[in-house]
């Protein structure tokens, strides 16, 4: 694989993507969205306190809570549930930008060129992989970092060791990549077969499916997933993901594209 021709198709798609302004608004609302949300329902849920069977639910896969408050233990829960959704970032994200890029060079029929010439199916999709993969990963760890900081600006120490502790720094950190590049491999095999990118996204969407379920097992207080389980999950995850990138290659094929969509 030549590391230039790589770096130049990188280089086109990150232009493209900016001029993009459906794209750059994927990429920049949500996350300003996904910074204010918790902070808000955490100073919402502060003055209360969680059920007694909850409490003891979650005290008793998170012991180290037990010295909060009944509004920290509160907040704290509460604050929890959104660890996953800073997963949905490099989910999302790189998937929109995959889709577009493929789909969207297809019908503009600007990919037929660029597939005539001596460039590899390897180079073409490495270029664009991780163009599509780099934005989703840099809109989730900023928006993570900039929530670290209102929180322990708005809610003190309590919470920002709830935020900054192992299971949000492996779900953050290591299953988050993961996810994106399972997104990104669903885009590229998707897209080698629609030619519409709504159609795409929604069947690529089925990346979403197990984070929601994730979140839904979080909220009722039965499963807290911890550092040790946003490892394995990540490392399931990335294996799945290169399983992923080879079948996506061999679907990419060059002449059925050329031929196909006229």
């Known amino acids: 694989m030549r590391r230039s021709i790589v770096w130049t198709v990188l280089q086109r798609e990150w232009f493209e993507?900016?001029?993009?302004?459906?794209?750059?608004?994927?990429?920049?609302?949500?996350?300003?969205?996904?910074?204010?949300?918790?902070?808000l329902l955490t100073a919402a849920v502060g003055a209360s306190q969680l059920p007694p069977e909850l409490e003891q639910q979650v005290l008793a896969q998170r012991p180290e809570w037990a010295s909060f408050t009944p509004g920290e233990l509160a907040g704290a829960f509460a604050v929890q549930q959104f660890l996953v959704f800073f997963l949905l970032m490099p989910a999302y994200i790189p998937l929109s930008i995959a889709t577009f890029s493929i789909i969207g060079e297809k019908q503009?029929?600007?990919?037929?060129?660029?597939?005539?010439?001596?460039?590899?199916?390897?180079?073409?999709?490495?270029?664009?992989?991780?163009?599509?993969?780099?934005?989703?990963?840099?809109?989730?760890?900023?928006?993570?970092?900039?929530?670290?900081?209102?929180?322990?600006?708005?809610?003190?120490?309590?919470?920002?060791?709830?935020?900054?502790?192992?299971?949000?720094?492996?779900?953050?950190?290591?299953?988050?990549?993961?996810?994106?590049?399972?997104?990104?491999?669903?885009?590229v095999i998707v897209s080698a077969r629609v030619n519409d990118p709504?159609?795409?996204?929604?069947?690529?969407?089925?990346?979403?499916?197990?984070?929601?379920?994730?979140?839904?097992?979080?909220?009722?207080?039965?499963?807290?997933?911890?550092?040790?389980?946003?490892?394995?999950?990540?490392?399931?995850v990335l294996v799945i993901s290169f399983i992923g990138l080879r079948i996506g290659v061999r679907l990419f094929d060059r002449e059925a594209i050329l031929t196909r969509w006229r």
Not at 17 to 39: D, E, G, H, Q, W
Not at 203 to 211: S, Y
Not at 213 to 227: D, I, N, R, W
């Open 198 to 236: 709504r159609v795409a996204q929604q069947i690529g969407g089925v990346v979403i499916v197990p984070v929601i379920a994730l979140v839904l097992l979080q909220a009722t207080g039965t499963l807290l997933v911890g550092a040790v389980g946003y490892t394995l999950l990540a490392i399931i």
């Open 108 to 187: 503009a029929r600007s990919l037929e060129p660029v597939l005539a010439t001596p460039i590899r199916t390897q180079e073409l999709l490495a270029g664009k992989a991780v163009a599509a993969l780099v934005p989703g990963l840099l809109a989730g760890w900023v928006t993570y970092a900039i929530f670290v900081a209102l929180a322990s600006l708005t809610y003190g120490p309590a919470l920002f060791g709830v935020v900054t502790d192992p299971s949000w720094l492996a779900g953050v950190f290591l299953l988050g990549p993961a996810v994106g590049l399972s997104s990104v491999v669903a885009g």
């Open 17 to 39: 993507t900016v001029r993009n302004r459906l794209l750059m608004s994927t990429i920049l609302i949500p996350p300003i969205l996904l910074t204010v949300a918790p902070i």
